[in-house]
């Protein structure tokens, strides 16, 4: 698994909401999507699970730690304490998150962990958001990234076809991006976030009006 070590080595989904993010928060989002996609590449290779646990230990102590000399041999790290500083700890949760996800055995469990985790950070970046709308659009996210590493999802948000994702303010319209193209991925049914001719016109359009 090619290691995410900038910008360009996130998926195309994840640059594209970029796109969209104000510079007041775009460091804290791309260092965001940048962990999680670093986290989500260890827990996906297949490897022994012990393997996988003392790799994903390294970073839980790199992020708690108040300094870490690791930091500047990473450039995954070196972006995560450029943009939260000393708040780097509250990333620990997207690694518990994903190992739940690689090693847990009740996937409806890894599943409301790596939500919860997403919407906890997502919150730190717009704390002026409410959190019920955060937590749903992380949801329909999370189980979109399940269904996509090919875990069996749980079904997070059951009225997927009929409910609407609440509004978002704007500091968080990379969040609405990624959850609208996950939104679509699972009526789509393969996980794929960008897997129709129109997902780049559905993604510009909640790029910009944020739905």
Known sequence: ???????????????LALVYASGAVKACFMALLMVDAHLRGIAVVPR??????????????????????ATNAHPVLRAAVSAFGERKSILVALVDAWEAVAVGEERGDALTALASARAALCSAIAPAARREAVQAHCAVWSEASALQIGKNARNAHPNLKATRLPSLPRELRPLAVLAGLARRSLLRGDGEFLGDRLSPLAAIRLGIFGR
């Open 1 to 15: 698994m090619h290691e995410i070590s900038s910008f360009h080595d996130l998926g195309a989904a994840e640059r």
């Open 48 to 69: 022994e699970a012990m393997l996988t646990q003392v790799r994903l230990a390294w970073w839980r102590e790199a992020l708690s730690s108040p300094s870490s000399p």
